[in-house]
Every structure is written in structure tokens, then in C-alpha cells.
């Protein structure tokens, strides 16, 4: 697969381009400093009186109503929520697109799930990239980026393309890599990466471990460090040099645990049951079901997040967290929350 860097660019942003971002949150925050501080003309789209508008009017912008933003802006750059995206859409952002002008997204998920079509004669692309805002503006002002993944679902001016990459460049993407993709697979691959291992698998994994060994008699606390607090060292290592970094530090009595017990833990069953969640994300059964429950006020999303919070786990972490002061000056504590 090719990886895109600077050399691919066959144009580049400047102040003759204006792209509106619309939001000011974990990724508008971040794609609006550093297409600035890459010299583009950059005005922010943000509903009046909101959080978002106080806070960049405290850093120095003039951010505009979003109808307003939008018009004369060559890229539009949609950055809310996902779930508040085809409303702010349809009233805000449709009527005011420039014909030629290329729509942008962060996330395929309302394009290709059918919530949002440009009108005709407009280009839509998506420049995600895999990091949380936060990292996105530090590893920019550190001179380095984070990778990105690319694609173009309409070229409809025949430098969809081009623009998308140049985007991508602006934001710092092309120091660390984009790689092309289609909004299928972006938006597919997003939903089972965050479902099935990022965030609900490994979640329940920590919380099944820690059920175990404190139903078993073990220390609450003892349980808490063996199967949370110590996650962040494997998962660095992984993340610096895959599998076999994670050998390389680890004893050779848990090595032979990890081949011996580890696929007893995740099996068949459990990969068989990725799969049936794999295929509720590409017919679009998990997003209508999402779509539906925000439409009647997400009460089961709420249960659900009351449940998770109450677990025990919580109440043994949050003391035990209180005696690591060291925690609060981590690299997470800076990153705004990541919903990626
Ligand atoms: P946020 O939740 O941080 O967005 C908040 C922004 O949206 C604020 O400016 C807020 O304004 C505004 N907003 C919220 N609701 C409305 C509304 N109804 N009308 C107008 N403005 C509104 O979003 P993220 O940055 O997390 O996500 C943006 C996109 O990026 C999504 O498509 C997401 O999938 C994608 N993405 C996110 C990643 C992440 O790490 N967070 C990673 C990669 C992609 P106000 O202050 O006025 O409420
Ligand atoms: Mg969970
Ligand atoms: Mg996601």
C-alpha cells in the first residue's frame, strides 16, 4: 500500500484558500490551529453563544454562525459530532455551499450511512485522522503529525483528490503518513476497531479479569493493578513494536501464559462473535439502532453508561489513582476526552 508523504502533494493550501471549520471541539480545535499555522485562510463556523464560541473567541478568532462561515469557503471542513452532523447540515451548511467547493469529513460515518448528500457539483472527501484532537495539534507544533487516513467518495471538480491530500498536509498528516482508504472501509473499520477491541472489548476484558479474581477472595486493589493499571505498559510496548517488543519485556513464565492461556480467553466463540458484530456495522443494523436511540433520547445509551460507571472497578481505581499524584500530569490528562 502506497503512503502518501509531502512528495505525492501536487498542490498545497495557502492564504488564497479558505476553508471554514465548523466546530471547535477535540479535532476543530486542532485542524483549525494548524491549518492557520500553515498559513491558510481559515474561519470557524461555530452556533453563537455556545462553549465553543466563548472559548475561541477567549484564543483569538472570530469564529462566524455556520450559514454565514460556510459561504465563499473553497473546503468545508464538518467537525461535530457525528450524531449532530445532518441536522446542522441540511439548515446550516447545504444552502451555502460554493458549487466546486469540497466538503470534508472526519469520519465516513453519515455519508455512508446515507445521513448527509452533498448537493451535485460538490466534492466529499474525508481526512481522518487516528489520533484525538489533542495529539493532532501537539504532534504538529512538535514538527511531526499523526497518521491520517484519506479517501474521496464524489470528485466532481477532478482535484477532489489533490485538495484532500493537500488538507491532509496542512494538518501535519503527511510527516507521519496518509494512507487512502474508501469511506466503507474507514467508517466499517472505525465502528468494529472501537466496538470489538478498542474500547469495548478491551473494557470488558479488564473488568471480566477483575470480576474473577475478587470473586475468587483477592484483594479489590491487588485485582485493580493487575488487571487495569498494568495495561498501559503492555499496550505501550505493542504500540512501540507489536508483539514482539511485548516479548521482549516481558518473563518467559508470562510468555508461555500468553500462548498457552491467552487464546482459551479469546477464542472461537468470541471471534465468531466479532464477526456477527462486524456484519451489524456493514449492513447498517448497528447504525440505524444508533441512529434510532438518539432520536428517542438515548435512554438505553444512558443506562447502559450508568451501569459501566458503577462498576466496582471505579470506586478501587479512583482511590487508589488519588495516591498517584504522578497520574494527573500524564500525557492523557492534556488530551481532551477521545470519542474517536
Ligand atoms: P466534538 O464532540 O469535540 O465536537 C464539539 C463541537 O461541536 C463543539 O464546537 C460544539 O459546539 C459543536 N457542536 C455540537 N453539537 C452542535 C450542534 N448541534 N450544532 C452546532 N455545533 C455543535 O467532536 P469531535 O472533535 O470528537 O469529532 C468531530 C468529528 O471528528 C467526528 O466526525 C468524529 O467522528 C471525528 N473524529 C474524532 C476523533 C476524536 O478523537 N475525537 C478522532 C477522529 C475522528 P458547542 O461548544 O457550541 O457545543
Ligand atoms: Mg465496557
Ligand atoms: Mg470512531
Same mark, same amino acid.
Given at each position: 500500500?502506497?503512503?502518501?508523504?509531502?512528495?505525492?502533494?501536487?498542490?498545497?493550501?495557502?492564504?488564497?484558500? +479558505?476553508?471554514?471549520?465548523?466546530?471547535?471541539?477535540?479535532?476543530? +480545535? =486542532?485542524?483549525?490551529?494548524?491549518? +492557520?499555522?500553515?498559513?491558510?485562510?481559515?474561519?470557524?463556523?461555530?452556533?453563537?453563544?455556545?462553549?465553543?464560541? +466563548?472559548?475561541?473567541?477567549?484564543?483569538?478568532?472570530?469564529?462566524?454562525p455556520i450559514a454565514e462561515a460556510v459561504q465563499g469557503a473553497s473546503i468545508v471542513m464538518i467537525l461535530l459530532p457525528d450524531t449532530a452532523q445532518p441536522a446542522v447540515f441540511r439548515e446550516a451548511i447545504a444552502?451555502?455551499?460554493?458549487?466546486?467547493?469540497?466538503?470534508?469529513?472526519?469520519?465516513?460515518?453519515?455519508?455512508?450511512?446515507?445521513?448527509?448528500?452533498?448537493?451535485?457539483?460538490?466534492d466529499v472527501a474525508l481526512v481522518a485522522p487516528k489520533s484525538p484532537g489533542a495529539m493532532v495539534r501537539r504532534e504538529y507544533t512538535r514538527g511531526c503529525g499523526v497518521p491520517c487516513l484519506m479517501a474521496v467518495h464524489r470528485d466532481a471538480t477532478g482535484s477532489a483528490r489533490a485538495r484532500t491530500l493537500a488538507y491532509a498536509h496542512a494538518?501535519?498528516?503527511?510527516? =507521519?503518513?496518509?494512507?487512502?482508504?474508501?469511506?466503507?472501509?474507514e467508517t466499517e473499520t472505525d465502528l468494529f476497531g472501537e466496538q470489538a477491541v478498542l474500547c469495548g472489548g478491551v473494557t470488558e476484558l479488564v473488568t471480566k479479569g477483575f470480576e474473577t479474581l475478587v470473586e475468587a477472595?483477592?484483594?479489590?486493589?491487588?485485582?485493580?493493578?493487575?488487571?487495569l493499571h498494568e495495561l498501559k505498559l503492555i499496550v505501550d510496548l505493542m504500540h512501540e513494536g507489536g508483539l514482539a517488543k511485548v516479548h521482549q519485556f516481558v518473563s518467559e513464565t508470562a510468555i508461555y501464559g500468553d500462548l498457552s492461556r491467552g487464546p482459551r480467553?479469546?477464542?472461537?466463540?468470541?471471534?465468531? &462473535?466479532?464477526?456477527?458484530?462486524?456484519?451489524?456495522?456493514?449492513?447498517? =443494523?448497528?447504525?440505524?439502532?444508533?441512529?434510532?436511540?438518539?432520536?428517542?433520547?438515548?435512554?438505553?445509551? &444512558?443506562?447502559?453508561?450508568? &451501569?459501566?460507571?458503577?462498576?466496582?472497578?471505579?470506586?478501587?481505581?479512583?482511590?487508589? &489513582?488519588?495516591?498517584?499524584?504522578w497520574l494527573e500530569e500524564g500525557p492523557g490528562d492534556a488530551d481532551q476526552e477521545d470519542r474517536s
Open positions: 500500500m502506497h503512503v502518501f508523504t509531502e512528495r505525492d502533494l501536487t498542490t498545497t493550501l495557502d492564504s488564497s484558500t +479558505r476553508v471554514c471549520v465548523v466546530g471547535y471541539g477535540s479535532q476543530g +480545535r =486542532a485542524h483549525a490551529l494548524n491549518l +492557520r499555522d500553515s498559513g491558510v485562510d481559515v474561519v470557524l463556523g461555530l452556533r453563537p453563544g455556545g462553549a465553543s464560541a +466563548r472559548q475561541a473567541s477567549a484564543e483569538g478568532w472570530s469564529p462566524r444552502p451555502h455551499l460554493e458549487p466546486g467547493a469540497l466538503l470534508m469529513f472526519a469520519h465516513g460515518f453519515n455519508v455512508h450511512y446515507g445521513q448527509i448528500d452533498a448537493p451535485a457539483g460538490v494538518i501535519g498528516g503527511t510527516r =507521519a503518513g496518509v494512507l487512502e482508504t474508501s469511506f466503507a472501509e477472595g483477592y484483594q479489590p486493589e491487588i485485582a485493580y493493578f493487575e488487571c480467553i479469546v477464542d472461537a466463540g468470541a471471534k465468531a &462473535r466479532m464477526k456477527e458484530v462486524l456484519e451489524e456495522v456493514q449492513t447498517g =443494523a448497528f447504525a440505524r439502532e444508533w441512529l434510532v436511540e438518539n432520536q428517542v433520547g438515548k435512554p438505553s445509551y &444512558r443506562r447502559m453508561l450508568a &451501569r459501566d460507571l458503577e462498576h466496582p472497578i471505579e470506586a478501587v481505581g479512583r482511590s487508589l &489513582r488519588a495516591r498517584m499524584t
